[in-house]
Structures are given as structure tokens and as C-alpha cells.
């Protein structure tokens, strides 16, 4: 059906216009037709436009142009209600046979100034009466019967005054006063009204009829559809229809109820869609595909490329923030273009509204988010993406607790793999960091108890030691984490942990530094097994490292690691090699400076026991030495003793003439020190006396 107010056509089971929101007539279920209805409907036909005012007529041959001898439509008087259409409505107006509808013409209000000039024509026919036929179907006061157009709603009851309407429909033609025409017959009375003259030609509100210079009777106001024609409010208003109407050309378009004379361009269609009603599913899809699309580029940031909750609400919401303008200037546009349909406008409000609630959730709720992401990140187990979730959010040591229990939680989860290495940074990290965490700081001190236990316990060779023995130090001697029931477990994991780190470190070779963690360990709990262990275990390491000074060079410390070795570690094997050791036999080198060699060669001696006076003319018999040792000088001096038994000596060389030795400057006989591994190298002496 086409709409009264702007001509659009709108379909069938319409109740408003999809363009102006005008009120349509209401069919009844079933095809009946509808109470306000003064007439069938017509066939479908296409838009039509109205007929000129002017008198000239589309140029449409189809449309029906009225034929030779009829006036065209005139906006002078109103036109006259259509013929309902027939079976073979194809430009025959109307059939032969048929007669037209009474129709009177109302007197003009009682008072009104205008009444004189409002009058009827004088051939006009009386109110009620027929209209005189002329040759042709045609009196020539009526212009011939239009082409059928779209039928206008009517109030139920008839308009009061000389326009009366039929209340109801039958279904063979029209009650009342419009009763249908009789077949075969048609006085052609009923015609349009003749055209009308120039504005004003006959006063604003009458015209004459053809042939006749008076008025007489009243006429109705005209509608408000011919602009030229001054309305009066006195008059009653126009009942019926828009003029006449033709098809429209192929190049022509409606635009505001009225022909454009031009086909549109691509911006008036895009006008044109933008005013008219959206199908209900391109409506439901253009509130769910903005939504899709926030969707959409939240999953792709947060899934595809990896991103954060935060981050990917933040370019959602600047998409939600883009959609919900666009949204807003096509709403915009289309009230503008005359889509003002409540319903419609409500709808877009609440797009716009959700998407810029969407849109300032995401830009404004970057911290919720991180914190929530990080929980569940937590919850799941992926401990490192958490922590960094909430240190996004904020949080920082040393007083975060949230890290601080993370921290706590991943070392658990190690702890419970034996990931032992791994469960000691996360609980060090906590005591080290987040010293201000409270209860979780306290946490990752027990923890980390429990992780040096059973990595200890474990028997290990990646045990960090010296972090696990300073641990256990100060565990024990704090009192709010142990007190004396737990004293004694902590000394029993220090003894172990002493025993192992020095069998690891002699392993290594580092016997000096196992020495120390093997008489830790019998100190700390001595009769304890590990201290027993540790016991057995120094002997050995005594040994080595007094070996491992020897090849060195370093005789003394060599001897000193013996001689402890054979003090403290007696009824030990490695106790019984150091104490054979320091009895072996060494060797004695010296040099005697300014000798001069002579045909004899000296002999030297080593004496344990010697007794000689302080000078060297002394007569025989008042010296004498044990000489336990002997050894010849060579040519340059140089003497060496070897197998001499460790202890003290002096020296004495015998020449050819003269014995020679030595005393201290308080005239003593001088003795040197033959050392255990070491053996001696005796000084430098003067060699010049010997002869």
C-alpha cells in the first residue's frame, strides 16, 4: 500500500511508513478488508505522480490520459472519490454502463465573508442529485474519470456538512450514497472538476463553472496539497485523496511525496537507504556485528599476538570508542533524513551507549584487569606471567604480598618435583626481596628448611653447601623460627651437610677447605655418626694435602699437615703413611764459600754429637765429633749428604792438615736442623780454612 502523506510505498502488512512513520491503514487477518477502508484495493501498481495543477498530464500514454474532449484535473475542486478498480482496469475510465456516485456540494458556513464567492457553479448539480450526461459520457462541467490511484484512509464516520462518506464497504460495491454503477451504464457526470484559473482570477476561495458567471452554494476548502490556493479555516477539510496520479518515468524518482524529474546519483541512494526502514535481519546485524567486532579484536590481540587482558581491553575499547561514533553519525544522519521512528532511535541509543561503556571499560579498566589476569595466572600454575601481571598492576617489593606468595607457591611446586635448585631461588627470593611481606616472608623461611632437609637428606652432588650451611646457621638461632625442640635437628642437617660438603671438596681436591667442613662437622656433634664419618674422612685429606704441599714445594706446611695428621688422627692408615714418612731418610746440601781446592780432596762430615772448642788452632784430642755422616767436597765446595735421618747436626770437613768447623758468635758449636720430608739446606760457610 502507499503511504497518504509522502506517496511511498510500503508493504502490505505495514502499520507506519518505512519513510515518514505516518500511520497506515490496518488490514485484518485474512485478507478482509479494513473498517477504515472506503474502497478495495487497487491492483499493485508503481509509484504515480500527481497530475499537474497547469492541466497537462504525464507523458506516460499508460497512465491513463484522459481522451479528447475532457478537461484535465483541475486543483480547483476537490477531486472525487476513485472508482473502485475492475478486472480490466487498463485505460478505459470508466467502463460503459456504469453510473458515477451521487456527490454534493456543501453551503458555505453561515457568517462566513466569503460566501458569495464561495458558491456553486451554476449547472453544478443539486446536493443529491445527478449530474447532466453530455455526448461522450461527458457534460463537459466534469472532466473524464481519472486513472485509478492508491485509495486514501477515511475517518469511520462521515464527515459532517455537504461531503458525507459511506461508513462501510460492501462486498459488491460501495453503500451509501456511493452506491457502485449499474453495469452498461455511465452518465459521465461525475468527472474531474474543470481546471482552475490564474491565482485569484476568481476571488481565493470560488471559481466559476464553464459557461455560467455567477456562484451558487458553498464550496469545501481546498486541500492542502495545491499550495496556490489560499485555505480559509472556516471550511470543512478536504476528505479525500491527492489528485490524479501517473507512473513514473524510467528516469524519475520520488523525493519528499513529489516527482524529481531526475534519476538519483549514488549518494541519493545512499540518502534514500539511510531514511528508510533496515530489514530485521540487516537491523539485528547492525547490533551484533559491532559487538563481534570488539570481540573479534580483543581474541586477536589477547590470543593471536599474545597480549595481556589489560592490553587487549585497551584496543578493544578503542574499537568499541570508533564503532560508537560511526554509530552515532549514521543515527544522526538517519533522524536527519527523517527516520525518527522511536523504537528505531532507542535501539541505536543503546548501541552507542553499550559500546561507549565497552569502550571506557577497556581504556579505564587496565589495573582490574592485570590483577584478575593475575590470579588466574597464578591459579594455573604459570608463576613467572603472574608475577609479571602483578608487577604490571603496581606491586613492588619489599611489600608485595601478592609476589611474595607466588614466589612461595612456585617454590612449592618445585619442591614437591625435588627441583631443589630451583625451589631455593624462589624462597630465597622471598626472604632476600619481600622481607616486608609478613606471613609469606616467614613462609619462605620454613620452605627453604624444607627444601636444605631434603636436598640434603638427598645425597646430591649439586647441594649448594655454603648457601645451605649459612641458612641453617641462622635458622637455628632465630627464635621465632626455631626454638629448642628443633635445635637438635637443625645441628644433626648441619653435621651432614658439613660431612658431605667435605667429601665434595676433597673429591674436588681441595683438601684444606674439606679439612675444615670434616672438623666442623665432629665439633658440632661429636659421637654422631656423620661426626664419626667426618672423622675417618679428615685423615685422608690430612695426608693429601700434605702430599699436594710437598709437589709443590712447600715443605713446611707439607709437614706441619703430617705432623697434625699424626697427632690428632692416631690408629688412622693415613695417621701410620705420615708417621713413616716423617722418619724417612732426607738429604743435606750446603756450599763452602772462598774454598780453595788442593791436591787433597776434604772430606765432610755430619755430627750428631760434636764438642770443640772456639778456636780453630786447637791441639788434637781437645775436639771431637761423632761424624755419623760423611760426604766429599767437590772442586767448587758444594757438599750433599743423603739418608740422613731427621734431627740436629753439625758440620765438620777434614783437610790435609787442619780439621775445620764452625761456631755462633757465642763460640758454640754451630747446629742446624735436618727436618722430617724436608731434609736441609745449611747455609752458606766460609770455606777459606780448609787445607
Known amino acids: 500500500m502507499f503511504c497518504a502523506n509522502c506517496l511511498t510505498k510500503n508493504p502490505d502488512d505495514a502499520v507506519r511508513c518505512v519513510h515518514c512513520g505516518a500511520p497506515l491503514p490496518v488490514s485484518p487477518p485474512g485478507g478482509a478488508t479494513p473498517a477504515n477502508a472506503p474502497y478495495e484495493s487497487a491492483p499493485p501498481s508503481p509509484p504515480v505522480a500527481p497530475w499537474a495543477p497547469d492541466g497537462s498530464a504525464g507523458s506516460d500514454a499508460s497512465a491513463g490520459t484522459p481522451s479528447s474532449g475532457y478537461a484535465a484535473p483541475s486543483g480547483g475542486y476537490p477531486a472525487f472519490p476513485r472508482y473502485p478498480a475492475y478486472p480490466d482496469d487498463a485505460g478505459a475510465y470508466p467502463p460503459t454502463g456504469y453510473s458515477a456516485p451521487a456527490f454534493s456540494y456543501p453551503s458555505a458556513p453561515s457568517g462566513d465573508a466569503n460566501a458569495a464567492s464561495a458558491s456553486a457553479p451554476p449547472d453544478a448539480p443539486e446536493a443529491g442529485g445527478s449530474a447532466p450526461s453530455g455526448a461522450g459520457g461527458s457534460s463537459g462541467l466534469y472532466g473524464p474519470y481519472m486513472p485509478p490511484q492508491p485509495y486514501q484512509p477515511y475517518p469511520d464516520v462521515g464527515v459532517s456538512g455537504a461531503y458525507s462518506q459511506p461508513v462501510s464497504v460492501a462486498s459488491d460495491g460501495l453503500s451509501g450514497v456511493y452506491s457502485q454503477p449499474a453495469a452498461g451504464a455511465m452518465s459521465g457526470a461525475y468527472g474531474q472538476p474543470a481546471p482552475y484559473p490564474p491565482d485569484g482570477a476568481w476571488g481565493p476561495y470560488s471559481q466559476p463553472a464553464p459557461g455560467a458567471s455567477g456562484t451558487s452554494g458553498g464550496y469545501p476548502s481546498y486541500p492542502a496539497a495545491y499550495p496556490s490556493v489560499p ?58 556485528i559491532p559487538l563481534l567486532i570488539v570481540g573479534a579484536v580483543y581474541a586477536v590481540v589477547t590470543l593471536a599476538l599474545g597480549g595481556d587482558w589489560a592490553h587487549g581491553a585497551r584496543v578493544a575499547g578503542i574499537a568499541a570508542l570508533a564503532l560508537a561514533g560511526l554509530a552515532l553519525l549514521i543515527t544522526l544522519l538517519r533522524v536527519t533524513l527523517g527516520r525518527r521512528v522511536v523504537a528505531s532511535v532507542a535501539l541505536s541509543l543503546a548501541l552507542i551507549i ?59 611446586s618445585d619442591l614437591s618435583q625435588r627441583l631443589y635448585t630451583d625451589a631455593a631461588t624462589r624462597f630465597d627470593m622471598v626472604i632476600a626481596d619481600y622481607s616486608g611481606s609478613g606471613a609469606y616472608a616467614t613462609r619462605a623461611e620454613r620452605d627453604l628448611y624444607r627444601t636444605y632437609s631434603g636436598w640434603i637428606t638427598s645425597g646430591r652432588a649439586d647441594v649448594n653447601y655454603p648457601r645451605a650451611l649459612l641458612f641453617l ?79 709443590s714445594g712447600d715443605c713446611s706446611d707439607a709437614l706441619t699437615a703430617y705432623q697434625t695428621l699424626v697427632s690428632n688422627y692416631k690408629g688412622t692408615p693415613s ?49 771431637s765429633f761423632s761424624d755419623d755422616y760423611a760426604t766429599n767436597l767437590d772442586s767448587s765446595g758444594t757438599y750433599i749428604f743423603t739418608g740422613v735421618a731427621p734431627g740436629s747436626y753439625t758440620l765438620s770437613v777434614v783437610g790435609a792438615t787442619s780439621t775445620v768447623w764452625w761456631t755462633n758468635n757465642d763460640n758454640s758449636l754451630y747446629f742446624f736442623p735436618v727436618t722430617p720430608l724436608c731434609g736441609a739446606q745449611v747455609e752458606a760457610l766460609d770455606g777459606s780454612l780448609i787445607s
Open 231 to 288: 485555505l480559509n479555516s472556516a471550511y470543512p477539510a478536504y476528505p479525500y485523496a491527492a489528485p490524479a496520479t501517473r507512473p513514473l518515468g524510467p528516469d524519475e524518482t520520488l523525493s519528499g511525496g513529489s516527482p524529481t524529474g531526475k534519476r538519483m546519483g549514488p549518494l541519493g541512494g545512499l540518502r534514500r537507504a539511510l531514511a528508510d526502514r533496515f530489514p530485521l535481519p540487516i537491523a539485528a546485524l547492525a547490533l551484533v
Open 354 to 412: 553499550l559500546l561507549g561503556a565497552l569502550g571506557g571499560g577497556g581504556l579505564l579498566g587496565a589495573q582490574p584487569l592485570r590483577l584478575a589476569q593475575a590470579q588466574q595466572l597464578e591459579h594455573a600454575g604459570q608463576w613467572a606471567s603472574a608475577i609479571h601481571e602483578y608487577t604490571l598492576a603496581g606491586q613492588k617489593p619489599p611489600a608485595s604480598s601478592d609476589i611474595a606468595r607466588v614466589y612461595d607457591e612456585w617454590g612449592e
Open 473 to 551: 646457621d641462622d635458622y637455628k638461632n632465630t627464635a621465632s623460627l626455631c626454638n629448642a625442640s628443633c635445635l637438635s635437628g637443625v645441628n644433626a642437617l648441619e653435621t651432614q651437610a658439613y660431612y658431605q660438603y667435605g667429601v665434595a671438596l676433597a673429591t674436588r681436591g681441595s683438601y684444606a677447605l674439606a679439612i675444615t667442613q670434616f672438623e666442623q662437622a665432629q665439633t658440632l656433634t661429636p659421637g654422631s655418626h656423620y661426626a664419626l664419618l667426618a672423622y675417618q674422612a679428615a685423615a685422608p685429606a690430612y695426608y693429601s694435602l700434605g702430599q699436594q704441599h710437598l709437589n
Open 575 to 623: 695417621a701410620h703413611q705420615a708417621g713413616l714418612a716423617l722418619a724417612a731418610p732426607v738429604k743435606v746440601t750446603g756450599d763452602l764459600t772462598g774454598y780453595t781446592p788442593t791436591g787433597y780432596n776434604p772430606t765432610a762430615y755430619l755430627s750428631k754429637t760434636a764438642t770443640a772448642p772456639a778456636s780453630q788452632n786447637a791441639a788434637p784430642g781437645s775436639f
